[in-house]
C-alpha cells in the first residue's frame, strides 16, 4: 500500500464518524483558520502505519493498526473516552437498552484501581464468588488499567467464558466465570412500616421511568402511601432521558439541568413538566461511592430544588456526556462531548461528586451490619418464630453472599431497614414528617 493510500486511509477514519456533525471538514476548515497543517499528523501516521507494514517481523492488517491509533488518541483524552469495536459498540447499545451480555458487574474506580462495584444478584460473576470491592487485576491474564478497557473486555458472546484475577483482603485469587445475558427490570419497590415506599433503581434504562410509575401506581392501589425512599445506591447511571423522567415525577414545573458543550455553550436544556401523575410525597435519595452520572443528576437536581433530602455517602462524581460516533464497518468512538450542570448552575467535577444533606455511613464490613441487625432484631417486638426465621435468613445471606452492603431486597422490609443504617436514617426521618 501506497503512502498516499495509507494517509487517506487514516483520514478515512476521521471522516467515517456519523453522528450529526461533519467532524472530517470541520477539523481540516478550522485547523486551516488556525493557519497549522492539518495533515502534518496524517503524515506521521501514515509514515508509521509504512514502516510497520514494510519492515515489522509480523504481517499486521492496516485496519487494525488504524482500529489502535483511535484507540490509542481515545485514551489519550479522558477516563470515559474509548473506541468500540463493532461487537462492543452494539453491545454497549444493547446494554442502554436494557440488555447486557457478560458477567453481569458494574466497575468503578477507587483511586487508581478498577474494582467490583454492583454485583448482579444470581449474575454469573455472582454465582462463581465475585463481591463488591474485589479489585480486578487482570481478565484473561491481561492486566488491568483502564476502567474502559476492562468494562470492554468482560463483555463478550453468551456462553464464552472468563477469568478474572480479583485481589480481596490483600490475597489474589481467579474467578472463572461464563458470559451471559443479563435481563432485569431497573426498578423494585416495596413498603416499609408506616406507609413508606422503598424504591430501589439498579440502572437507568430504557423505560425506568415507566417502571417507577408502575411501581408507585402499584403501590397506591394496595394503600395510601406516606413517603418515599428512592435508593440510587450502587447505581452507576445509564440513559439521560431516563433519569429525566424520573426526576419530573417528582418535580412540578422547573429546571432540571443542561448539558453544556465545549467553551459552556448549552446544547440541551431539560425542564420539568407539571402533569397529574406527580409524586408529591415526602422524599429521601440514598446515594453512596457508586452513584454516578444519571443517579447524580436525579439526586443533584432533586437537592437543589430542595425537594428531596440526599442520604448517604459522597458520589461517584461523574459528570461528563458520552455521545457514540459511529464508522462505516459498524465500530464507533464513545467521546466526552459535554458536562451536566444542575439547577443551580453547579457541575459534578469527575471524581468528587455530591456531597449528601445528611452524612450517614454504611457498615464498612458484614460483622457490622450483622451486629446492627442483631440488635435492632433483640429490640423488635416480634413473635419468637418470626425473630429466629429473620435471624437464619440473614446469617445464610451473610454466608453465602458475603457483600459489604446490606443485602437490598433479599431481606424482608423489617430486617432490611435494622440491617441498613442509611436506609434506616432515611425511614425514620420520613416517619417523623
Given at each position: 500500500?501506497?503512502?498516499?493510500?495509507?494517509a487517506?486511509?487514516?483520514?478515512?477514519?476521521?471522516?467515517?464518524?456519523?453522528?450529526?456533525?461533519?467532524?472530517?471538514?470541520?477539523?481540516?476548515?478550522?485547523a486551516?483558520?488556525q493557519?497549522?497543517d492539518?495533515?502534518?499528523?496524517?503524515?506521521?501516521?501514515?509514515?508509521?502505519?509504512?514502516?510497520i507494514?514494510q519492515?515489522?517481523?509480523?504481517?499486521?492488517?492496516?485496519?487494525?493498526?488504524?482500529?489502535?491509533?483511535?484507540?490509542?488518541?481515545?485514551?489519550?483524552?479522558?477516563?470515559?473516552s474509548?473506541?468500540?469495536?463493532?461487537?462492543?459498540?452494539a453491545?454497549?447499545?444493547?446494554?442502554?437498552?436494557g440488555?447486557?451480555?457478560?458477567?453481569?458487574v458494574?466497575?468503578?474506580l477507587?483511586?487508581?484501581?478498577v474494582v467490583?462495584?454492583?454485583?448482579?444478584?444470581?449474575?454469573p460473576?455472582?454465582?462463581?464468588g465475585?463481591?463488591?470491592?474485589?479489585?480486578?487485576?487482570a481478565?484473561?491474564?491481561?492486566?488491568?488499567?483502564?476502567?474502559?478497557?476492562?468494562?470492554?473486555?468482560?463483555?463478550?458472546p453468551?456462553d464464552?467464558?472468563?477469568t478474572l484475577?480479583?485481589?480481596r483482603?490483600?490475597i489474589?485469587?481467579?474467578?472463572?466465570?461464563v458470559?451471559?445475558?443479563?435481563?432485569?427490570?431497573?426498578?423494585?419497590?416495596?413498603?416499609?412500616r408506616?406507609?413508606?415506599?422503598?424504591?430501589?433503581?439498579?440502572?437507568?434504562?430504557?423505560?425506568?421511568?415507566?417502571?417507577?410509575?408502575?411501581?408507585?401506581?402499584?403501590?397506591?392501589?394496595?394503600?395510601p402511601?406516606?413517603?418515599?425512599?428512592l435508593?440510587?445506591?450502587?447505581n452507576?447511571g445509564?440513559?439521560?432521558?431516563?433519569?429525566?423522567?424520573v426526576?419530573?415525577l417528582?418535580?412540578?414545573?422547573?429546571?432540571?439541568?443542561?448539558?453544556?458543550?465545549?467553551?459552556?455553550?448549552?446544547?440541551?436544556?431539560?425542564?420539568a413538566?407539571e402533569?397529574?401523575d406527580?409524586r408529591?410525597l415526602?422524599?429521601?435519595?440514598l446515594?453512596?461511592?457508586?452513584?454516578?452520572?444519571a443517579?447524580?443528576?436525579?439526586?443533584?437536581?432533586?437537592?437543589?430544588?430542595?425537594?428531596a433530602?440526599?442520604?448517604?455517602?459522597?458520589?461517584?462524581?461523574?459528570?461528563?456526556?458520552?455521545?457514540?460516533?459511529?464508522?462505516?464497518?459498524?465500530g464507533?468512538l464513545?467521546?466526552?462531548?459535554?458536562?451536566?450542570?444542575?439547577?443551580?448552575?453547579?457541575?459534578?467535577a469527575?471524581?468528587?461528586?455530591?456531597?449528601?444533606?445528611?452524612p450517614?455511613?454504611?457498615?464498612t464490613?458484614?460483622?457490622e451490619a450483622?451486629?446492627a441487625?442483631?440488635?435492632?432484631?433483640?429490640?423488635?417486638?416480634?413473635?419468637?418464630?418470626e425473630?429466629?426465621?429473620?435471624?437464619t435468613s440473614?446469617?445464610?445471606?451473610?454466608?453465602t453472599?458475603?457483600?459489604?452492603?446490606?443485602p437490598?431486597?433479599?431481606?424482608?422490609?423489617?430486617?432490611r431497614?435494622?440491617a441498613?443504617?442509611?436506609?434506616?436514617?432515611?425511614?425514620?426521618?420520613l416517619?417523623?414528617?
Amino acid at each position: 500500500m501506497s503512502r498516499r493510500r495509507l494517509a487517506a486511509a487514516a483520514l478515512a477514519v476521521g471522516v467515517a464518524l456519523t453522528g450529526g456533525i461533519g467532524l472530517g471538514m470541520a477539523a481540516v476548515q478550522g485547523a486551516r483558520a488556525q493557519q497549522r497543517d492539518p495533515y502534518a499528523g496524517l503524515d506521521m501516521l501514515a509514515e508509521a502505519l509504512h514502516a510497520i507494514e514494510q519492515r515489522h517481523v509480523a504481517p499486521a492488517p492496516a485496519e487494525a493498526l488504524l482500529q489502535g491509533a483511535v484507540a490509542g488518541m481515545a485514551e489519550r483524552l479522558d477516563a470515559h473516552s474509548a473506541y468500540l469495536t463493532p461487537e462492543q459498540r452494539a453491545e454497549f447499545q444493547d446494554r442502554a437498552e436494557g440488555g447486557d451480555t457478560g458477567i453481569g458487574v458494574r466497575l468503578r474506580l477507587d483511586a487508581d484501581r478498577v474494582v467490583l462495584g454492583q454485583v448482579t444478584p444470581a449474575g454469573p460473576a455472582d454465582l462463581a464468588g465475585a463481591l463488591p470491592g474485589d479489585a480486578l487485576l487482570a481478565i484473561d491474564g491481561a492486566p488491568v488499567t483502564r476502567l474502559a478497557a476492562a468494562e470492554q473486555a468482560l463483555r463478550g458472546p453468551r456462553d464464552t467464558p472468563v477469568t478474572l484475577r480479583v485481589e480481596r483482603a490483600g490475597i489474589p485469587q481467579d474467578l472463572h466465570v461464563v458470559r451471559d445475558t443479563i435481563l432485569e427490570r431497573s426498578v423494585r419497590a416495596d413498603r416499609l412500616r408506616g406507609g413508606v415506599a422503598h424504591v430501589q433503581i439498579d440502572a437507568f434504562r430504557r423505560r425506568t421511568g415507566h417502571e417507577l410509575r408502575e411501581a408507585f401506581d402499584q403501590l397506591e392501589s394496595e394503600a395510601p402511601l406516606s413517603g418515599a425512599v428512592l435508593d440510587l445506591r450502587g447505581n452507576a447511571g445509564g440513559l439521560l432521558e431516563e433519569a429525566v423522567s424520573v426526576v419530573d415525577l417528582f418535580l412540578g414545573a422547573g429546571a432540571i439541568l443542561e448539558v453544556r458543550g465545549r467553551g459552556g455553550r448549552v446544547l440541551e436544556r431539560h425542564t420539568a413538566r407539571e402533569e397529574p401523575d406527580d409524586r408529591n410525597l415526602p422524599l429521601v435519595v440514598l446515594v453512596d461511592e457508586e452513584s454516578a452520572s444519571a443517579a447524580e443528576i436525579v439526586a443533584g437536581a432533586l437537592q437543589d430544588r430542595e425537594r428531596a433530602l440526599v442520604v448517604g455517602t459522597q458520589t461517584y462524581g461523574k459528570g461528563s456526556v458520552q455521545k457514540l460516533f459511529l464508522f462505516e464497518d459498524g465500530g464507533g468512538l464513545k467521546l466526552t462531548v459535554a458536562r451536566y450542570h444542575l439547577p443551580s448552575g453547579r457541575s459534578i467535577a469527575d471524581g468528587e461528586g455530591l456531597q449528601p444533606d445528611r452524612p450517614v455511613a454504611a457498615p464498612t464490613v458484614r460483622s457490622e451490619a450483622a451486629d446492627a441487625f442483631r440488635a435492632a432484631l433483640a429490640a423488635a417486638d416480634l413473635p419468637d418464630s418470626e425473630r429466629a426465621a429473620l435471624l437464619t435468613s440473614f446469617d445464610a445471606l451473610a454466608e453465602t453472599r458475603g457483600a459489604k452492603r446490606p443485602p437490598g431486597s433479599a431481606l424482608p422490609p423489617a430486617a432490611r431497614v435494622a440491617a441498613d443504617p442509611q436506609l434506616a436514617a432515611a425511614h425514620a426521618w420520613l416517619l417523623d414528617q
